[in-house]
């Protein structure tokens, strides 16, 4: 069976410039994606002050459902709440969801963030999907990344295929290792490692391996650093690729990331 997903900060459905909302051009976005399951992160639960500026181009619908449309069932994990609305990650699917919980895993009062844990019932199974979005400092990260690790062990079967997505703020690759090593997970660019170039053929020679890099994904319209990542288990990965060009560099500061999957 063959599984579409994506992951994508849509930051909070505004522009990066001037805050101007984008949440109608961002679902026509989604729905070229033609993906069977989305983990969205700063997804916009509400925001009284947008809604009220913006009334003719701020959904009445919380963002989640309103970009679910009818093709996907729509779960929100709230993170981050305030007087005049709150925020958090969301999954879309186009199957089933069984059940969610979300796991509040902020390291410290300025940076809300969870991990929201969605099983998702396909034609060939369930599916453990965790949408994440780590802090701004590696030593949130480290302890959020712990946190991940214990989630996923403790909520989900061995062996069960398991997708972890979502912005990792992980720009010097600092998580990739324990998160293979632990959860047998691999990165779904990690299978493209051979058009990698030939540092990583010296690498093979001196016996060190290939130098294991996710793909490039902030800024938006000049991806440089490395945030977003798909880790998987128990699927094989047969494509991903980050989507770049001019209507994706408006809708958000991150660029979204696509990947086609197979469930046996």
């Known amino acids: 069976m063959k599984l579409r997903i994506a992951t994508y900060n849509i930051h909070k459905g505004v522009s990066s410039l001037r805050s101007m909302p984008r949440v109608h051009a961002l679902k026509q976005a989604l729905s070229s994606m033609e993906a069977d399951i989305l983990f969205l992160q700063e997804v916009q639960g509400r925001h009284d002050k947008y809604a009220m500026k913006h009334a003719n181009l701020w959904p009445e619908q919380e963002q989640h459902k309103f970009l679910a449309g009818d093709s996907h069932e729509a779960v ?29 895993v902020s390291d410290h009062a300025y940076e ?97 391996g290939p130098k294991m890099k996710p793909a490039r994904t902030f800024p938006a319209a000049l991806p440089w650093l490395r945030l977003d990542r798909i880790y998987v288990r128990g699927l094989h990965i047969e494509t991903a690729e980050v989507l770049h060009g001019g209507m994706w560099a408006k809708l958000s500061d991150h660029a979204p990331i696509i990947a086609s999957l197979e469930l046996k």
């Open 76 to 104: 929100y994990g709230m993170n981050a709440v305030y007087d005049h609305g709150h925020h958090g990650n969301a999954l879309l699917s186009r199957f089933p969801v069984v059940s969610s919980t979300n796991k509040d």
């Open 112 to 208: 809300a963030r969870g991990i929201l844990h969605c099983i998702v019932e396909t034609p060939k199974g369930q599916v453990h999907c965790y949408v994440i979005h780590l802090g701004l400092f590696a030593g949130s990260r480290k302890r959020q990344t712990e946190q991940l690790i214990e989630a996923v062990t403790t909520s989900s079967p061995p062996g069960a295929p398991v997708i972890i997505a979502g912005d990792f703020n992980d720009w010097t690759n600092q998580l990739s290792e324990s998160l293979r090593e632990r959860l047998g997970v691999t990165e779904v660019f990690d299978e493209d490692l051979p058009s990698r170039g030939f540092g990583s053929y010296l690498r093979t020679l001196s016996g060190r």
